[in-house]
């Protein structure tokens, strides 16, 4: 049996396609809130295959999880006195890297962003100068940032289900 059947792969790699169209979508439109559009399917696909994947791996633990987070991975591992060099990774990845990102434009793409207070203007010679100011999308991140999340998502699961053997 292939380790796609076996662990359910197959989502993990339906959301990395899925996400890689909606950039090769986002690209290909003048639309703004098509591209808007596109960019937010692509934070919810990549999302989407981090949660698949952490699926594929309580199959393949043999853990009893319907909704696996890295959290409950670890605590059912060291349950049962085991460690998941996977989500040791996916952590620290979660902490400080490319996963934090993912997952903090994840939770801006679910709520408005707050709205911010007009400061009164001052008569100061910082006036003259042109503020550039955030619109409304600005914490969404671009084409190139999603993919190369995509990309790095994608070698990262690779490397893992290349590592992980029958034990």
């Not at 796609?4 to 809130?33: G, I, M, S, W």
């Not at 808007?36 to 934070?43: D, I, L, M, N, W």
């Not at 007009?118 to 550039?132: F, G, H, Q, R």
Request: include cysteine.
């Amino acid at each position: 049996m292939s380790r796609v059947a076996r662990y359910h792969a197959d989502r993990t790699n339906q959301k990395l396609y899925f996400a890689r169209l909606a950039c090769q979508q986002a690209e290909q439109t003048d639309h703004v809130q098509q591209i808007q559009a596109y960019r937010e399917a692509a934070v919810f696909h990549l999302h989407g295959a981090m949660l698949a994947f952490l699926q594929e791996l309580v199959r393949y633990y043999r853990l009893n999880e319907l909704q696996p987070t890295l959290k409950s991975i670890e605590e059912h591992m060291a349950a049962k006195g085991q460690v998941s060099p996977e989500v040791s990774v996916l952590q620290q990845l979660a902490k400080d890297g490319f996963v934090a990102e993912l997952k903090r434009a994840y939770r801006m793409c679910q709520y408005a962003p707050e709205p911010k207070e007009p400061a009164p203007e001052e008569e100061t010679s910082s006036n003259l100068i042109i503020k550039v100011t955030q619109g409304p999308q600005s914490w969404l991140p671009d084409v190139k940032i999603l993919r190369e999340w995509h990309r790095e998502l994608s070698h990262l699961i690779d490397g893992f289900r290349n590592e992980m053997v029958e034990f």
